[in-house]
């Protein structure tokens, strides 16, 4: 386990599989039905999830826990002796269940992409739980002087969106980056494949150009570090990457962006 997550999981309250009170109302969530929360319960015991951690970012219901979403809630757990995030399937979702979210991830790990998928059944995910901090918030931190590690980053993260491309997978929320990637360290993770999808023309490289590049408050924090070319002067190179996604195009756009171009 993650020295970090350890230290912070000593002072969480362990809550086992067999008493999730308060959390089971979670396993609902937003209604409280006891029929689903009795076959999360049995998803749970399943596939060895050993208990929840009272610990993350967020509230809900009073109740603290790693994220919340329009598809599911993060919850963090022990699986198998390990720190593990548990993602449930909202009662609210319009999914009927989260199969199609897991086979996409195990493409996307098969790239070195996204957190590790460990396990899942219908409606639950049991995947690696990440350490560090959103990418939004990783670059209010920054100033001229990380310079090169922010150029490294975005080098980074653009060639996991070609890689998802080449594989005709769409992230789908690339656009809005700054919850999307998570920043550990020189570690960079895509994170929430609820969107994902490979029945559509994936445009994970033009989505995070936008985002990071051009009107957001991304885009303000990155050019506040480090300078960046204008919209117009890259807009050639990007619709010659958007009509054919090869590798050659690629590289061209990453120089035009002024960053390197070696494969990472």
């Not at 996409?104 to 590790?116: D, E």
């Not at 809005?176 to 360290?185: K, L, P, T, Y």
């Not at 996604?245 to 690629?250: A, I, K, Y």
Request: hydrophobic residues 40%.
């Amino acid at each position: 386990m993650n020295d970090l997550i350890a230290m912070a999981d000593m002072a969480a309250a362990y809550i086992p599989i067999t008493d999730l009170h308060p959390y089971q109302r979670l396993l609902s969530y937003p209604d409280n039905n006891q029929t689903q929360q009795a076959q999360y319960l049995r998803q749970l015991h399943q596939l060895g999830v050993e208990c929840l951690l009272a610990t993350g970012p967020m509230q809900l219901d009073g109740l603290p826990l790693l994220g919340v979403g329009y598809c599911g809630l993060v919850l963090a757990g022990i699986w198998q002796g390990q720190a593990a995030a548990i993602k449930l399937r909202r009662s609210s979702c319009q999914q009927p269940n989260l199969n199609e979210e897991a086979r996409i991830m195990r493409q996307a790990n098969l790239l070195h992409v996204g957190p590790q998928l460990y396990c899942q059944q219908d409606d639950l995910l049991v995947m690696e739980r990440l350490n560090g901090q959103p990418l939004g918030k990783w670059l209010q931190q920054l100033n001229g002087e990380n310079a090169p590690e922010l150029c490294r980053l975005l080098q980074r993260l653009l060639w996991q969106g070609f890689y998802l491309d080449t594989a005709g997978i769409d992230h789908g929320a690339l656009r809005c980056a700054a919850e999307h990637v998570f920043i550990d360290g020189e570690r960079l993770t895509l994170i929430d494949f609820s969107h994902s999808s490979t029945n559509r023309h994936p445009n994970n490289v033009t989505s995070l150009v936008a985002g990071l590049l051009w009107g957001t408050r991304l885009a303000q924090d990155i050019r506040r570090v480090l300078p960046l070319p204008e919209r117009d002067a890259l807009l050639p190179w990007l619709q010659k990457y958007k009509r054919q996604p090869e590798r050659h195009h690629f590289q061209a756009l990453l120089q035009a962006i002024g960053l390197h171009d070696r494969e990472v």
